[in-house]
Nanobody
Framework: QVQLVESGGGSAQAGGSLRLSCAAS????????MGWFRQAPGKEREFVAA????????YYADSVKGRFTISRDNAKRALYLQMSSLKSEDTAVYLC????????????????WGQGTQVTVSS
């Protein structure tokens, strides 16, 4: 019921910023919690950030706290990830995901996924 498409990835220098967007379609989008995950080559998919349906609750991985900000605009059917103070360790494919319930930081509990957008940070 939900289709997700990420955009905004690209290359940035260490210390720079990027803003990722996730465009969603689906009648029930506003009822879904949303999350961002990332996956680097040879590594497992890891949790980055999550946000409740009403934006009241937000969660961040320790590795991105203070640097990344997750937000959503239900009227626009969009999810965002503002990434600042980028590090080379942030290089990965970033994926947005949606879920009705489950563990906010556990990829297997998300029901829908985008195709991913590449973020490359050089130093």
């Amino acid at each position: 019921q939900v289709q997700l498409v990420e955009s905004g990835g690209g290359s940035a220098q260490a210390g720079g910023s990027l803003r990722l967007s996730c465009a969603a379609s689906g009648v029930f989008f506003s009822t879904y919690a949303m999350g961002w995950f990332r996956q680097a080559p040879g590594k497992e998919r890891e949790f980055v950030a999550a946000i409740s349906w009403n934006s009241i609750t937000k969660y961040y991985a320790d590795s991105v706290k203070g640097r990344f900000t997750i937000s959503r605009d239900n009227a626009k059917r969009a999810l965002y990830l503002q990434m600042s103070s980028l590090k080379s360790e942030d290089t990965a494919v970033y994926l947005c995901a949606a879920r009705r319930s489950g563990r906010y930081n556990y990829a297997a509990d998300y029901d829908y996924w985008g195709q991913g957008t590449q973020v490359t940070v050089s130093s």
